[in-house]
C-alpha cells in the first residue's frame, strides 16, 4: 500500500499568489481530512470529506481557503490569494468510517510544507 | 465535550530509561484513545489505540498505554528508550468522525 500521498511536498510563494495542495487518499478509504500544523496552533482540522462530499468545513479559516474532492482518489486544498500567515504544514488524511463514531484510524500523508513570502 | 490534555511539552529522559507521557481526556462517553507519533519533517503514524476491547494496550516500537477510567487518563510508557524515539507524541480522543488532539509531547533523549 503506498499510503496517503501529498504534493508537492514543499511549496514556496509569494504573498498573493495562488497555491494548490494535493492528496491521493489510500484506495478504499470513505473519508479525507485536510489538516493544518502550526507552533502556535497545533493541529487544526480545515475541513472533511465523507465518500467526496464535504461533511464539515467550520475549520476552513476564511474564504481564500476551498477544498474540492472530485473523486475519491483526489482531493485538492486551494489558498488564493496566500498570505504569509498561511505559511505552516498542511497534512492530508484518509480512513475508512464505518460508522461516525467508531475507532477508525485515520492515516497522514507525509505532508506539505508552504511558506509564504 | 470531549478533550484532551497532555502534561509536559517535553519531557527529557536518557536513554534506556524509562518513558512516561501523559494524557488525561475529558468524554461523556466511553471512549476511544489513540497516541500518534511524529517524527521530524513527517506524517503522524499511529503507534496504538484504545477501544475498550482491554485495558492495557500495546503498539508499535515497545510502546504500550493503559487506559484507567477512574483517572481518565491514557498515558503512554516504554521500558527503555532508544535514541530513535527521539520525536513528538500526540494523544487524541474520537470526537464522531473527528479526532480531538492533544498539544502534544516532545520526547528528548539524552545519551
Known amino acids: 500500500d503506498a499510503g496517503v500521498i501529498q504534493s508537492p511536498r514543499h511549496e514556496v510563494t509569494e504573498m498573493g499568489q495562488e497555491v494548490t495542495l494535493r492528496c491521493k487518499p489510500i484506495s478504499g478509504h470513505n473519508s479525507l481530512f485536510w489538516y493544518r500544523q502550526t507552533m502556535m496552533r497545533g493541529l487544526e482540522l480545515l475541513i472533511y470529506f465523507n465518500n467526496n462530499v464535504p461533511i464539515d468545513d467550520s475549520g476552513m479559516p476564511e474564504d481564500r481557503f476551498s477544498a474540492k474532492m472530485p473523486n475519491a482518489s483526489f482531493s485538492t486544498l486551494k489558498i488564493q490569494p496566500s498570505e504569509p500567515r498561511d505559511s505552516a504544514v498542511y497534512f492530508c488524511?484518509?480512513?475508512?468510517?464505518?460508522?461516525?463514531?467508531?475507532?477508525?484510524?485515520?492515516?497522514f500523508g507525509p505532508g506539505t510544507r508552504l511558506t509564504v513570502l | 465535550a470531549q478533550s484532551v490534555t497532555q502534561l509536559g511539552s517535553h519531557v527529557s529522559v536518557s536513554e534506556g530509561a524509562l518513558v512516561l507521557l501523559r494524557c488525561n481526556y475529558s468524554?461523556?462517553?466511553?471512549?476511544?484513545l489513540f497516541w500518534y507519533v511524529q517524527y521530524p519533517n513527517q506524517g503522524l503514524q499511529l503507534l496504538l489505540k484504545?477501544?475498550?476491547?482491554a485495558t492495557l494496550v500495546k503498539g508499535i516500537n515497545g510502546f504500550e498505554a493503559e487506559f484507567k477510567k477512574s483517572e481518565t487518563s491514557f498515558h503512554l510508557t516504554k521500558p527503555s528508550a532508544h535514541m530513535s524515539d527521539a520525536a513528538e507524541y500526540f494523544c487524541?480522543?474520537?470526537?464522531?468522525?473527528?479526532?480531538?488532539w492533544g498539544a502534544g509531547t516532545k520526547l528528548i533523549i539524552k545519551p
Open positions: 484504545y477501544t475498550s476491547a
Open positions: 468524554s461523556s462517553v466511553p471512549p476511544y
Open positions: 488524511a484518509s480512513s475508512l468510517v464505518l460508522t461516525s463514531g467508531s475507532s477508525d484510524t485515520q492515516y
Open positions: 487524541a480522543v474520537k470526537r464522531n468522525y473527528q479526532l480531538i
